[in-house]
């Protein structure tokens, strides 16, 4: 049985913030800056809004209006995150990117992403980065790189080592099945790596691209090996 996070969304949370700053304050502007219109309203109207104005000194309806309110505009906000791109927004991207594990006995599915980011949003320049720090003895076999990917394997003798960069769309599929698994950082980013006495395989991203690299390398030279990816020159 999946497991479901609900988010309590009020003043005291970061969400909140991040959505007030992205959308409710935006959209309070636009609602302001609408001129006001003569209107002819009908008497049961008139008195309806009478009545309210009587109400506005009673000692709760500041409470009321300013609740009433913060609820409008957060019922607002989120209408308009469905139809944008969240994760173009920078006060709500750190919410809907980041590192989403899905795991089982035998495996774990890694992604950056919570949805899908259309391509006009992914940027415009795909700038590539790549580890300083190889394993002794490894050298680079091949490489394949093209607009939106970097892939480079290095070798020694019979062992092999796959370096990936990817945007954040990118998925991977890691192998857990008696192996060892646990969360490390990796330049400061949250990353998921699973080893064992033969082998490591790590994947994180930076809010831009998902890296990934496996092989047959220990746990300690797969987390030096990712902590040197840096932008090519």
Not at 44 to 59: A, E, G
Not at 89 to 114: I, T
Not at 117 to 132: G, Q
């Amino acid at each position: 049985m999946k497991n479901y996070e609900v988010i309590l969304v009020n003043e005291n949370t970061a969400l909140y913030r991040a959505i007030e700053q992205a959308v409710i304050l935006p959209c309070a502007g636009e609602m302001e800056s609408i001129a006001d219109v003569e209107c002819d309203f009908s008497e049961t109207y008139k008195k309806k809004v009478n009545r309210l104005i009587k109400d506005r000194s009673r000692p709760y309806y500041p409470l009321i209006k300013t609740t009433l309110r913060k609820t409008i505009f957060i019922i607002a906000a989120v209408l308009m995150m469905s139809t944008i791109t969240v994760a173009a927004v920078p006060q709500l991207r750190e919410w809907f990117v980041g590192l989403f594990v899905s795991q089982n006995e035998n495996n774990a599915d890694v992604h950056a992403v919570q949805g899908a980011i259309p391509a006009d949003d992914m940027n415009d320049e795909f700038i590539y980065y790549e580890p300083t720090f190889i394993p002794k003895g490894f050298v680079e076999e091949s490489r394949i790189k093209d607009i939106a990917h970097l892939g480079i394997d290095y070798r020694f003798k019979n062992k092999i080592i796959f370096y990936s960069q990817s945007p954040l769309t990118a998925t991977h599929n890691i192998d857990t099945e008696n192996r060892k698994t646990e969360y490390v950082t990796v330049s400061g980013c949250e990353a998921f790596l699973s080893y064992d006495d033969n082998s490591s395989i790590i994947v994180w991203n930076d809010g831009n691209y998902v890296y990934s690299i496996n092989g047959d390398l220990c746990k300690n030279d797969i987390i030096e090996m990712a902590n040197s990816v840096n932008p090519t020159k």
